[in-house]
């Protein structure tokens, strides 16, 4: 890393966002609406450890009634997208399956309970009728949400990061922040430049502890879990475009169409510190083999592999919020595995909060505070 000179350039903006994810590069967007942004990324490329690793889905069947509103909140933004935002479509029907042994109906029926009413029960048969290959007598029961939708992640991260543009915003990339100051404002110091503001906003996922940390405030024990993805197939005689991503009642592996090719994962959660993070050879032998028990797939070739980051705060729900003890310090962290989906409505509050503008109907920005730790 290359030191600053005496003479660094020095950028005054209203607005710095620091982590060009999926969270950083929303709540730029909404911002730029209200003032200069300048949105910080460490990496060359923006969402390169969880974003661009993401393999998203669209539920509103989601347990914890918070992010189902976050998501609910998000759905027109989503289907909708505001005139010039993006020529892509950015959600596609895939509907979630979620399917059970003998012994895991009680866990389907737990998640039927908390559900919102978005899911309903279906017969083994009917399970097998939308996914062909579930193996026949492994099926006990089942759950569909059949509004479910598949979510295009790049698109949506890039009409974001153009979206700022247009707006005036800028992105600077390869600016890992070295130090965070604050007197009368913020002076933050990166490899590209020293950038004043008032206002700094925490988006930079597995690391915003650490740029907590750097600006004076404390940990609030987010922590990186490692998820692991791969794809097989395609199979010549098997058409899997119609299926729908089908889930493990007790969420041990899920599997959907990806293209020609199917995706799968084992759902793993392993706890990691910050990094550059890589998949485990077990992880994908541990998906086969709970996917092939379920179905009649045999898979004997993995082409791609890989694995991200998923961050979540002790009660598994976003941090979004002034900091309680550093002035002109914002929350927006531990999005977890719903930071895609949610990203809409998620990005308007943080950026209400920060402007003293209206959030969007429906969230209660005081459950997602950092005061609540």
Request: with cysteine; proline share 8%; glycine share 10%.
């Amino acid at each position: 890393m290359q030191p600053l000179c005496e003479h660094a350039v020095v950028i005054t903006v209203d607005f710095v966002v620091i982590g060009a994810g999926i969270a950083g590069a929303s709540v730029a967007y909404e911002l730029a609406a209200w003032g200069k942004v300048l949105l910080l990324e460490r990496e060359a490329i923006p969402g390169y450890h969880t974003t661009g690793r993401s393999a998203a889905m669209f539920t509103e069947a989601y347990e914890v009634e918070d992010i189902r509103e976050l998501t609910k909140a998000s759905r027109s933004f989503l289907e909708h997208p505001p005139e010039g935002f993006t020529d892509v479509t950015l959600l596609s029907p895939m509907q979630a399956l979620f399917v059970g042994r003998d012994d895991q109906l009680d866990s389907l029926d737990d998640k039927l309970q908390r559900s919102g009413g978005i899911v309903h029960r279906v017969t083994a048969g009917e399970a097998i009728d939308l996914c062909p290959v579930l193996r026949p007598g492994y099926v006990a029961g089942a759950i569909l949400e059949p509004n479910a939708q598949a979510i295009d992640v790049h698109a949506l991260h890039q009409a974001y990061l153009h979206g700022l543009r247009r707006r005036g915003g800028r992105l600077l990339v390869g600016a890992e922040v070295l130090s965070l100051s604050r007197a009368a404002t913020w002076e933050i110091t990166t490899p590209r430049g020293i950038i004043e503001a008032p206002v700094v906003v925490d988006a930079a996922g597995a690391w915003a502890d650490g740029v907590a940390r750097m600006a004076g405030s404390r940990s609030l024990g987010l922590t990186p879990l490692r998820r692991t993805a791969f794809t097989f197939g395609p199979f010549p005689k098997i058409d899997s475009r119609p299926w729908p991503i089908v889930f493990d009642a007790d969420e041990a592996f899920y599997f959907k169409p990806d293209g020609p090719r199917i995706l799968g994962s084992p759902c793993d959660e392993t706890p990691l510190e910050p990094c550059d993070v890589r998949h485990e050879e077990l992880d994908v032998a541990i998906a086969i083999e709970r996917i092939q028990a379920a179905t009649t797939l045999t898979i004997r070739h993995v082409p791609n592999a890989w694995a991200g980051l998923r961050t979540f705060a002790p009660d598994r729900k976003p941090v979004v919020g002034w900091d309680p003890d550093v002035p002109g310090f914002f929350w927006l962290a531990g999005q977890g595995g719903f930071g895609i989906m949610t990203s809409p409505a998620m990005a308007r509050t943080a950026a209400g909060l920060i402007t003293g503008s209206p959030v969007p109907t429906g969230i209660s920005p005081d459950h997602l505070s950092p005061n609540r730790f």
